[in-house]
C-alpha cells in the first residue's frame, strides 16, 4: 500500500512545530495542532513523525552542523537580552556626553570609564559608545592612558581646581565662568574664559541663574481717566461698600500659573477668586468678579459699592468695565506704579504667598495651586483669625453686622 505522505511533506511538518515551538515557547500539543490544521494533516499523524527524545530531525540528520537544542537557543537569547539591557544603560549613563552632537573630551571619557568600570567594564563601555555618531575612545586607547604619567596640565588643572571652588564659596556660590574668570585673574592666575569654565565643569559648580519675574500688571496704552475713589484709606463701615482686587502669580514646574483675588475691606472676607495660566481677562480677573457678585450681591447697599484695583490692562478693559457698570459697581483706580495706592490688597497677595506658596519648595501644575487655593481660601474666611478684625473672622464679622442690621430692622 503506498504511503500517504511523502517525505519532503513529513519534514517540512516537522520543522514548522520544531520553529513554532522555538519562536512562541508553547508546547509541542499544541504546535502539532497549529500546524496540523494548516497543513491538513492530523496531529496524532505529525507526532508519530516528530523525532524521540535525543534524535535530530530526519532533515538535520545528515548535516555536518547539528540544529540548536532548545535549551541551548534560551540561553543564547537570555546573554543577548542581558547584553542589550547593559548596553542601554551604558547609552543612559553617558547621554549627558552627547547633548553638544560632537566627541566628548578625552579626560571626561577617561573620567567616565573610571566612574562605570566596576558596573559595566571597560570592553562593553567602549564597544557601546563607539557605535554612536559621535564616536568614543577605544579600550585600548583607555589602558594607554591610564599607564603614561599624568601631564603638566592635568596636574595644574588640580591645583586651578581647588582655587575655583575656594573662590566660588567665598562670593556664596553665586558666580558663573564670567565672573570666575575676572575672580581668578585678580587672584594672579592668568588663565582663559573658556579654561575656567572647563574648570568649573570639572568641578561641578555653576553660577546662579535669576529667574524671570513675570509683570502682572500691564498698563493700558488707552488713557484712564477713572478717579480713585479711595485715596489710601481702606476703613469701609459695612461689607460691599469696598472691594480690592489684586493679581499675583505663583511659579509652577510647567510654567507660570496667576492667582486674582477681590477682597472686602470691612470683613477682609476673599469674596472671590480665580486661579488660572493666563493673565487675560476673561480668563482670570472677570471669573473673580463673576463669583464675587453672585455671592455678594451689590445691590445690597443700593449701588454704593466701589470696585478698586491698580490700572491693569485686565481691570480696565471694556468687559470688565461694563460688568461692573452692569450691577452698578463704581470703579476705582490706584495710580501708576505705587503699590501702596492698593495696600490692603498686596497685603493678601503677601499672606497668600507666606501661608501657602510658600509651605512647599515646588508646585507641578496649575491645577494643584487652584485645589491648594480653594481649601486655603475657605480656611481664610471660616477658621483664619484676623487681628484687623479683633481676632475674629471675615465670617464672623459678616454675620455679626448682619444680625445687627436685623435687630436695628425690628427695633424700628
Not at 42 to 64: D, F, K, Q, S, Y
Not at 230 to 247: C, G, K, Q, T
Not at 296 to 319: E, K, N
Not at 372 to 396: D, F, I, K
Amino acid at each position: 500500500m503506498p504511503k500517504k505522505y511523502d517525505q519532503d511533506l513529513r519534514e517540512h511538518a516537522v520543522r514548522m512545530v520544531l520553529d513554532k515551538r522555538a519562536a512562541e515557547g508553547c508546547s509541542q500539543r499544541v504546535a502539532m495542532d497549529a500546524v496540523g490544521a494548516s497543513l491538513g494533516i492530523a496531529p496524532a499523524t505529525i507526532r508519530n513523525w516528530m523525532p524521540r527524545p535525543g534524535e535530530l530531525p530526519a532533515a538535520t540528520a545528515g548535516a555536518t552542523a547539528p540544529r540548536e537544542s532548545l535549551e541551548e537557543e534560551n540561553r543564547r537569547l537570555r546573554r543577548e537580552l542581558a547584553e542589550t539591557r547593559r548596553a542601554n544603560e551604558i547609552l543612559k549613563k553617558a547621554s549627558g556626553f552627547f547633548r553638544s552632537g560632537t566627541r566628548p573630551p578625552h579626560d571626561e571619557m577617561i573620567r567616565f570609564i573610571d566612574e562605570h568600570r566596576d558596573q559595566f567594564g571597560v570592553e562593553p563601555i567602549c564597544r557601546v559608545l563607539r557605535a554612536t555618531d559621535c564616536g568614543f575612545i577605544t579600550s585600548r586607547g583607555y589602558r594607554a592612558a591610564k599607564a603614561r604619567p599624568r601631564c603638566a596640565r592635568a596636574i595644574r588643572d588640580d591645583v586651578l581646581v581647588e582655587e575655583v571652588k575656594r573662590l566660588h564659596v567665598q562670593n556664596y556660590g553665586v558666580y558663573g565662568h564670567r565672573k570666575m574668570w575676572h575672580a581668578m585673574r585678580r587672584r594672579g592666575w592668568m588663565i582663559g574664559r573658556d579654561q575656567t569654565a572647563r574648570l568649573m565643569r570639572t568641578a561641578g559648580l555653576h553660577g546662579v541663574r535669576r529667574g524671570r519675574r513675570p509683570f502682572t500688571t500691564v498698563g493700558s496704552k488707552v488713557p484712564d481717566r477713572r478717579p480713585d475713589l479711595v485715596e489710601r484709606d481702606f476703613h469701609a463701615s459695612a461689607p460691599n461698600m469696598l472691594w480690592v482686587a489684586d493679581i499675583t502669580y505663583v511659579r509652577t514646574t510647567s510654567g507660570f500659573a496667576y492667582t486674582a483675588f477681590i477682597t472686602d475691606a470691612c470683613t477682609r472676607k476673599i469674596v472671590g477668586w480665580s486661579v488660572a495660566s493666563s493673565l487675560t481677562t476673561q480668563a482670570l480677573p472677570m471669573i473673580a468678579l463673576q463669583q464675587a457678585i453672585a455671592t455678594t450681591p451689590a445691590a445690597r447697599q443700593g449701588g454704593r459699592l466701589v470696585h478698586h484695583s491698580d490700572r491693569g490692562v485686565q481691570y480696565v478693559s471694556l468687559a470688565y468695565t461694563d460688568t461692573l457698570a452692569e450691577h452698578g459697581v463704581a470703579p476705582s483706580v490706584g495710580t501708576v506704579g505705587d503699590s501702596y495706592d492698593n495696600a490692603l490688597a498686596e497685603t493678601v497677595n503677601g499672606l497668600y504667598k507666606a501661608e501657602l506658596i510658600y509651605s512647599r519648595p515646588t508646585w507641578p501644575s496649575t491645577s494643584a495651586v487652584e485645589l491648594a487655593t480653594l481649601e486655603w481660601v475657605s480656611w481664610w474666611n471660616h477658621q483664619r483669625l484676623h487681628e484687623a478684625l479683633g481676632y475674629q473672622t471675615p465670617v464672623e464679622v459678616e454675620a455679626a453686622y448682619d444680625q445687627s442690621q436685623t435687630r436695628a430692622l425690628v427695633t424700628t
